[in-house]
């Protein structure tokens, strides 16, 4: 019912940007927070970014602080995750989640299959 699909991941070298979305669909999507989580070799699960349901408030994890943005456009259902100023560190799978409720410190619910980021020289 529930339906995250992310898009928009590849290989990208150091310095590089890449531009992340998620389409979503069975829910009211505006009504709920979102987020974008990564799995970095190595390491656990990260929440990079969040978003309010009307987007009033981000959130970001000091690692990505003042290099990734994240948006979202209610009326197309999707969210996205701008990625600039890559670093190596950043390679990973990462995660589209809706949270259960409107505020990004809101538990997660649906996660999407991921898109693989690689940033490599």
């Known amino acids: 019912e529930v339906q995250l699909v992310e898009s928009g991941g590849g290989l990208v070298q150091p310095g590089g940007s890449l531009r992340l979305s998620c389409a979503a669909s069975?829910?009211?999507?505006?009504?709920?927070?979102m987020s974008w989580i990564r799995q970095v070799p190595g390491k656990g699960l990260e929440r990079v970014s969040a978003i309010t349901g009307s987007a009033s408030a981000t959130y970001y994890a000091e690692s990505v602080k003042g290099r990734f943005f994240i948006s979202r456009d209610n009326a197309k259902k999707t969210l996205y995750l701008q990625m600039n100023s890559l670093k190596f560190e950043d390679t990973g799978v990462y995660y589209c989640a809706k949270a259960v409720g409107s505020w990004c410190g809101a538990e997660y619910d649906y996660w999407g299959q991921g898109t693989q980021v690689s940033v490599s020289s």
């Open positions: 069975g829910f009211t999507f505006d009504d709920y927070a």
